[in-house]
């Protein structure tokens, strides 16, 4: 069985500084992949962020890195420069090719 | 690209009714689609999982009977909600992934089912 676990229910954050989200996991498979999606208000599911297991160079989109590390079997969001409009829900997921297992979630709230 | 379009977005009707919802990849083929199911402040809950021309395959606890998941095309898949009953209200969303199992999948914007 997969799990993800997300520890932080609600993280705070103020404009454009740095914020951390924490994700562990738990798989038995050798070959799988991380994603971060964001859901705003609006409830749209936003892929933020993606990282292949087998790939130890840590992915990065704009303002949005991971920090994979593999062995501790953990998968941390960091937004640098936060902005208002990152306020959402953020889902940490894991997948080994069939459906996205989701952690439950934490909310991220963007003080200006 | 990668748009996924999902309707509608907010149903309101009688129990006792069934309800269509329609996810479609506009712009990719979808050789899997995968149905959730999401309650107020919660994660996604998988439903079923869907790939074109074969049966769905439903996730423990999932009533098939209740949940009609057709794939007929690579760009369409519908999720029927039969008798519905209030305690069927919930946000349902659905998302497809071309190709390869390593790809993301793409998610539409829900539909917002209410049962009265």
């Known amino acids: 069985a997969q799990t993800v676990t997300q520890s932080q229910p609600e993280m705070s954050v103020q404009e454009a500084e740095t914020v951390t989200l924490s994700c562990t996991y738990d798989?038995?498979?050798?070959?799988?992949?991380l994603f971060w999606y964001k859901q705003p208000p609006s409830r749209q599911m936003i892929l933020v962020i993606r990282?292949?297991?087998?790939?130890?160079q840590n992915a990065t989109e704009n303002r949005f890195s991971v920090n994979f590390q593999k062995a501790a079997k953990s998968f941390s969001l960091k937004i640098s420069d936060s902005q208002l409009g990152d306020a959402a829900m953020y889902f940490c997921?894991?997948?080994?090719?069939?459906?996205?297992?989701f952690g439950k979630g934490t909310s991220l709230l963007v003080t200006p | 690209g990668a748009v996924v379009s999902q309707h509608p977005s907010r149903v309101i009707c009688k129990s006792g009714t069934s309800v269509k919802i329609e996810c479609r990849s506009l712009?990719?083929?979808?050789?899997?689609m995968f149905w959730y199911r999401q309650f107020p402040k919660q994660s996604l809950m998988l439903m079923a999982t869907?790939?074109?021309?074969?049966?769905?395959?439903?996730e423990q606890g999932v009533e098939k009977d209740k949940f009609l998941i057709n794939h007929a095309s690579l760009t369409l898949s519908t999720l029927t909600v039969t008798s519905a009953h209030p305690e069927d209200s919930s946000f349902y969303i659905c998302?497809?992934?071309?190709?390869?199992?390593?790809?993301?999948?793409?998610f539409g914007d829900g539909t917002r089912l209410s049962i009265l």
């Open positions: 998302s497809a992934r071309s190709g390869y199992s390593n790809q993301p999948q793409h």
């Open positions: 798989t038995s498979e050798s070959d799988y992949y």
């Open positions: 990282q292949e297991a087998y790939k130890q």
């Open positions: 997921a894991l997948s080994s090719g069939y459906a996205l297992n």
């Open positions: 712009d990719f083929q979808a050789t899997t």
């Open positions: 869907s790939n074109e021309g074969s049966k769905a395959t439903y």
